[in-house]
């Protein structure tokens, strides 16, 4: 019962909780979400918990708001509705209702929203002066990074829950502040086995959803990948350019090649499977190469082995352009 309270809570509910039967009275306060397969009367109190609070909650201007723009305030059509209640006079902003309390609670705003340990915030709240806010968006952020809280495993191949999928087997995480975090699944990687390089695009680039954007070789072979999403290059994973190999060693964490900016990042993600899709697709990606194995090798072990990694080096005769063709979709 702790453990479920405390998923509970985790999930952004609080802790007074009812669950309703069809047809019952929708009378009382609460608020309605489907949790588990059943509808549930939730009610917000003293000890409610938010995933991820609004900078409104944080500042106490409203009880109960959890972000549901990643943190990307300057495209969000709830914070720009309070600014200008703010600014009719309707209400204090955010900002102000930081500034009214005790100096040590006068937290920075990238600390509200869990991107760095507490910070006091030195400029007021006026961010737009402040030196380490620019030094902040410009060089911390992108090495600030969201790593996978649960990790499914499909016949031996990982896939992190809260991530998008694009069928050429790259993916793309939502980091805190609205950037796009983009690197190819452990599919691919283990598929094509470990790389001598990749060519990755440069700072500035934009990408086209489907359009071939950057490469991967190993020996004589290449292969070309598609971009999961629309958007503008921010950063690009030099590491990677020096030591390709550490893409097949941590492809969900410090293997990621680039991050993206997208003005409208839900418009952009609505071509990509959710983690959900994402399992059911990958399940009959590797029928597809078990397969292509069993046509060019033979039966596989009837006891439901794994497919080793680097499946290429261990079975050349399938051929690399094939490979491309059926699973990057490139080639």
Not at 16 to 23: I, P
Not at 165 to 185: K, L, N, P, Y
Request: one cysteine or more; charged letters at 25%; aromatic letters at 10%.
């Amino acid at each position: 019962m702790n453990q479920k309270k405390q998923n509970l809570d985790q999930a952004g509910y609080g802790s007074s909780y009812t669950r309703l039967n069809k047809g019952q009275d929708q009378g009382h306060p609460g608020i309605d979400a489907v949790l588990g397969g059943h509808v549930w009367r939730i009610k917000p109190d003293e000890r409610a918990k938010a995933e991820n609070p609004c900078l409104w909650m944080q500042a106490g201007v409203v009880k109960f708001k959890t972000c549901t723009n990643y943190y990307d305030c300057n495209t969000c059509k709830y914070d720009q509705a309070m600014h200008k209640k703010a600014a009719a006079g309707n209400q204090v902003s955010w900002q102000e209702a930081m500034r009214r309390k005790p100096d040590m609670q006068r937290i920075c705003r990238h600390s509200l929203t869990n991107r760095i340990a507490d910070r006091i915030c030195p400029y007021h709240y006026e961010c737009a002066t402040c030196d380490f806010d620019q030094y902040f968006e410009d060089v911390l952020s992108h090495k600030i990074e969201s790593l996978p809280r649960e990790v499914q495993t499909v016949r031996g191949f990982d896939l992190p829950m809260g991530h998008y999928f694009h069928q050429g087997h790259t993916w793309a995480r939502i980091e805190s502040g609205g950037q796009i975090r983009i690197g190819m699944d452990d599919f691919a990687l283990k598929v094509f086995g470990e790389m001598d390089g990749f060519e990755l695009p440069l700072m500035g680039k934009v990408l086209d959803h489907g359009q071939e954007c950057w490469g991967l070789k190993r020996r004589d072979n290449q292969a070309g990948v598609l971009a999961p999403v629309d958007g503008i290059i921010t950063e690009v994973n030099q590491e990677i350019r020096e030591n390709p190999n550490r893409v097949n060693q941590d492809p969900y964490g410090f293997g990621w090649l680039f991050l993206v900016r997208h003005q409208d990042i839900k418009k952009c993600l609505k071509p990509l499977m959710d983690d959900t899709q994402g399992l059911d697709w990958l399940g009959q990606e590797v029928k597809v190469l078990e397969s292509m194995i069993e046509e060019t090798a033979g039966p596989l072990a009837a006891d439901g082995g794994l497919l080793q990694p680097d499946v290429y080096g261990n079975c050349p005769d399938l051929g690399w352009t094939n490979l491309s063709k059926t699973f990057l979709k490139t080639g």
